[in-house]
C-alpha cells in the first residue's frame, strides 16, 4: 500500500496534466460556436503561396516576373482544378502601353449549372506611388498584400476543396491588369483600374456564363485588417454581403468583419457586377483613419511578405470554406 500511494498519485497528476493541456489545446484552435462547419484551412500552406507569387518579384504586365507567376499559378491551380483556362487579352493602359495580359480560371465540376466565384487580382502595381519617399514612387512594387494575399488565399481555398469535393461549381479567377491604373499625380477620365475584369466580364456577358455569386479577396494578408460592407458590394448584393459578414462573426472573426458601411471601392467586383450581371462583393481591407482609406503599406514598397500576418489569411480563408459549406 506504501509503494502504491505516490504511484497512483503519479498517475492522477499525470491526468490532470493531460485534461488541462487539452482544454488549451482547444482554446488555441479557436473553435468556433456549434452549428456551423469548419473545415481545416492551413494558414502555413497560404503564407507559402503569397511567398511564392512575391518571390517572383513583381508581377507587373511585360515583365518576365509576370509570365513567370502566370506559369507557376496555372500549374497549382491544375493540381486542384478539374480544368484550368487562361484567357489572354491585350488592352491599353491609361499611359498608351499595351498590357499582354492573361485572367487564369480554375473551375470545379465545370458541369455543374449551379456556380459561384471566387476571385482576387494576381498582378501587382507598376509603381508606389503613394510611398512616403519620392525616390521610390516609380519603383514596381511586391505587392504582397495588394495581389498576392487573395490569390494565396484562393490557392489554399482550392487544395482544400479538391480534398472535399465541393456539390456546387467553382470558378476561381485570377484577374490580370486590375492594378495599372493611373498614378496619383495623373488626373485622367476613364476607367484605367480592373482592365483584367472588365475584359472577362464582358465576355462572360457575350458567351452567356452565368453564377450565383461571386466574392473577391483584395487585401486580405494585413495583420491589423479591417473588412466593412464595401458600398458597392451592399449596393449590388447586399444578401452576399450579409451571409459572408454573418459566417466570420459566427466564425468569432468579428473584429475582421466589422458590421459597418465604408466607401465604395472601384474594384474588379464593379464590372462583373455592372457588365457580366453577376452579384459579387470585394472583402477589401478599409482603414477609416488613413489618408488614402487604404492600409498604412497600400501602394508604397513596404507592401511586401513582412507585413503579411498568416492569422488574417487563415481567417478569410476559413471563412470562406464555411460559406461553401454551408451553401
Ligand atoms: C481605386 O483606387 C480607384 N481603386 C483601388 C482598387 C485597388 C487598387 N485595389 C487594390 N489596388
Ligand atoms: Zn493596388
Known sequence: MKKFFPAAAIICVLIIIGITSCERKKDKREKPAAGIECPEFSA??????????????????????????????????????????????????????????????????PENERRIILASHWDSRPFADHDQNEANREKPIDG?????????VLLEVARQLAARNPKIGIDIIFFDAEDYGTPSSVDLPGDWWGLGSQH??????????NAEFGILLDMVGASDATFYHESFSAYYANDIVSKVWGTANKLGYGQYFINESAHPITDDHLYVNKYANIKMIDIIHQDKKSGTGFPRVWHTLDDNISNIDKNTLSVVGTTLLAVIENL
Do not use: M
Open 144 to 152: 504582397a498584400n495588394d495581389g498576392a494575399s487573395g490569390v494565396g
Open 44 to 109: 502555413d500552406s497560404a503564407f507559402q503561396y503569397v511567398k511564392r507569387q512575391t518571390d517572383f518579384g513583381p508581377r507587373v504586365p511585360n515583365t518576365e516576373a509576370h509570365a513567370n507567376c502566370a506559369a507557376f499559378l496555372v500549374a497549382e491551380l491544375g493540381r486542384f482544378c478539374d480544368t484550368v483556362e487562361i484567357e489572354r487579352f491585350d488592352v491599353k493602359a491609361y499611359d498608351g502601353t499595351v498590357l499582354h495580359s492573361q485572367n487564369i480560371i480554375g473551375r470545379f465540376a
Open 200 to 209: 472577362w466580364a464582358r465576355q462572360a456577358a457575350a458567351t452567356g456564363y
